[in-house]
């Protein structure tokens, strides 16, 4: 089993930057796919960020796209996000999942497995 714990957010004003962090423990040898999601308050969750644990591979949401890079540390068993460019509609509670989910699905909570308990972001403008 995988246990997942995120730290790093806040509040900062819009335009500002943020770098999240998930950190895995546990079987981190069955790591696959880790995949960053948000859900601002009357939203559904939504799909921020993935990575494939053993390439490298990334892939973004639309709204990431540009402004988010997601990344990973093999020797502290950690996966980044950072932020730029943050505006209000960034706000919510972010999350961190595992889970071995095909590059097609990534975007698809309920495929994943492990999930941390998630950081807030508080983006004012």
């Known amino acids: 089993q995988v246990q997942l714990a995120e730290s790093g957010g806040g509040s900062v004003q819009a335009g500002g930057t943020l770098t999240l962090s998930c950190v895995a423990s546990?079987?981190?040898?069955?790591?696959?796919?880790v995949t960053w999601f948000r859900q601002a308050p009357g939203k559904e969750r939504e799909g921020v960020a993935t990575?494939?644990?053993?390439?490298?591979?990334?892939y973004y949401s639309n709204f990431a796209e540009g402004r988010f890079f997601i990344s990973q540390d093999h020797a502290e068993s950690t996966v980044s996000l950072q932020m730029n460019s943050l505006g209000p509609e960034d706000t919510g509670m972010y999350y961190c999942?595992?889970?071995?989910?095909?590059?097609?699905?990534?975007?698809?909570?309920?495929?994943?497995?492990?999930w941390g308990q998630g950081t807030q972001v508080t983006v004012s403008s």
């Open positions: 999942a595992a889970g071995g989910v095909y590059s097609t699905e990534w975007s698809q909570a309920g495929k994943y497995n492990a």
């Open positions: 546990g079987d981190v040898s069955k790591l696959r796919r």
């Open positions: 990575i494939w644990w053993l390439s490298g591979r990334t």
